[in-house]
């Protein structure tokens, strides 16, 4: 711990770094060391603060060099609670050895949120193509962050679906990792009345149904002769694919029913009045008459009885 402290008295150096990035921290190290009583104290933990950054970057560079806005506000906010129960318990005989126990205590903070971020945040489109938005951690500037396709590609599978006709059928193709783009992309549906897959398909055999920034499109009262090939893909403004899935939809008949052309009649030939399915014109006047008739004959008959 005496080299430590000797290493960390003599080395001087303002790089930004994590941790330091962050405003709160900053100002936090900065009245820790004015707190001290003598001129001398403020300058001793003076340097062991910018040590500390130093370690913090290095910490960074082994590590990609990148963070999140929210690691870096887990982080920030773990080391704060260490940094105001650290402040309460110090004891002033022992104040430079006890920053030297702190600052480290943040630089494995800091460790530990960025393998977690590493690992499992920072880049997790498992297909598809990324590219977000992070800190740099020497920079503390925001920066674009590429992750590519693990599998070198933006096709990312092909997905049955079934239905039955009438009914409907939900596509959805989004993912959470989504939401990280730094574009605002939108999601581009379209289809072929074919299931045959994209291995056999050409992008010009694909109709677009729609482009909207709602990841679900819902197909309802299905028939059968929608079942087809369904594509989703996720686009930027500038034609960039992020994403692209298929879906094979199918549509089931329903039990009982029994499709059948619908048979259209001939159309009559002009002046042709002798079809069987209407009535001459002849007849037609002879039953009007008839049926008057029989009417003014049946209301004279009640007129007379009834007196």
Same mark, same amino acid.
């Given at each position: 711990?005496?080299?430590?402290?000797?290493?960390?008295?003599?080395?001087?150096?303002?790089?930004?770094?994590?941790?330091?990035?962050?405003?709160?921290?900053?100002?936090?190290?900065?009245?820790?060391?004015?707190?001290?009583?003598?001129?001398?104290?403020?300058?001793?933990?003076?340097?062991?603060?910018?040590?500390?950054?130093?370690?913090?970057?290095?910490?960074?560079?082994?590590?990609?060099?990148?963070?999140?806005?929210?690691?870096?506000?887990?982080?920030?906010?773990?080391?704060?609670?260490?940094?105001?129960?650290? !402040?309460? @318990?110090?004891?002033?005989?022992?104040?430079? +050895?006890?920053?030297?126990?702190?600052? %480290?205590?943040?630089?494995? &903070? =800091?460790?530990?949120?960025?393998?977690?971020?590493?690992?499992?945040?920072?880049?997790?489109?498992?297909?598809?193509?990324?590219?977000?938005?992070?800190?740099?951690?020497?920079?503390?500037?925001?920066?674009?962050?590429?992750?590519?396709?693990?599998?070198?590609?933006?096709?990312?599978?092909?997905?049955?679906?079934?239905?039955?006709?009438?009914?409907?059928?939900?596509?959805?193709?989004?993912?959470?990792?989504?939401?990280?783009?730094?574009?605002?992309?939108?999601?581009?549906?379209?289809?072929?009345?074919?299931? !045959?897959? @994209?291995?056999?398909?050409?992008?010009?055999? +694909?109709?677009?149904?729609?482009?909207? %920034?709602?990841?679900?499109? &819902? =197909?309802?009262?299905?028939?059968?002769?929608?079942?087809?090939?369904?594509?989703?893909?996720?686009?930027?403004?500038?034609?960039?694919?992020?994403?692209?899935?298929?879906?094979?939809?199918?549509?089931?008949?329903?039990?009982?029913?029994?499709?059948?052309?619908?048979?259209?009649?001939?159309?009559?030939?002009?002046?042709?009045?002798?079809?069987?399915?209407?009535?001459?014109?002849?007849?037609?006047?002879?039953?009007?008459?008839?049926?008057?008739?029989?009417?003014?004959?049946?209301?004279?008959?009640?007129?007379?009885?009834?007196?």
């Amino acid at each position: 711990m005496l080299l430590v402290l000797v290493s960390l008295l003599c080395c001087v150096c303002s790089a930004e770094a994590c941790l330091q990035c962050d405003r709160k921290i900053r100002l936090l190290h900065e009245d820790f060391a004015l707190s001290a009583p003598s001129v001398d104290d403020q300058i001793e933990l003076k340097k062991i603060c910018d040590h500390a950054y130093v370690t913090y970057r290095e910490t960074s560079r082994q590590r990609k060099g990148v963070i999140d806005a929210t690691t870096l506000y887990r982080a920030r906010t773990e080391y704060q609670v260490e940094f105001d129960h650290f !402040l309460k @318990t110090q004891h002033t005989e022992s104040v430079t +050895f006890e920053a030297i126990m702190i600052m %480290e205590k943040g630089r494995r &903070i =800091l460790e530990k949120h960025l393998d977690t971020f590493i690992r499992d945040g920072l880049c997790p489109n498992k297909c598809g193509l990324l590219r977000r938005r992070v800190m740099d951690c020497f920079s503390c500037r925001y920066k674009l962050y590429i992750c590519p396709s693990p599998s070198g590609q933006q096709d990312c599978g092909e997905y049955p679906v079934q239905a039955e006709e009438g009914g409907q059928a939900v596509l959805n193709c989004f993912l959470p990792w989504h939401r990280l783009l730094l574009e605002r992309p939108e999601y581009h549906y379209s289809w072929v009345p074919h299931l !045959l897959g @994209t291995n056999k398909l050409t992008e010009s055999d +694909f109709s677009t149904l729609v482009v909207t %920034e709602d990841s679900t499109v &819902i =197909l309802n009262q299905l028939h059968v002769n929608e079942q087809g090939t369904y594509r989703c893909s996720l686009q930027g403004r500038d034609g960039t694919i992020f994403y692209r899935v298929t879906f094979l939809v199918t549509v089931t008949p329903l039990a009982g029913q029994t499709h059948r052309p619908v048979i259209t009649l001939p159309t009559l030939p002009h002046g042709d009045n002798h079809s069987p399915f209407l009535p001459t014109s002849d007849p037609l006047v002879f039953a009007i008459a008839m049926v008057t008739a029989l009417s003014l004959a049946a209301s004279v008959g009640l007129t007379v009885v009834l007196g």
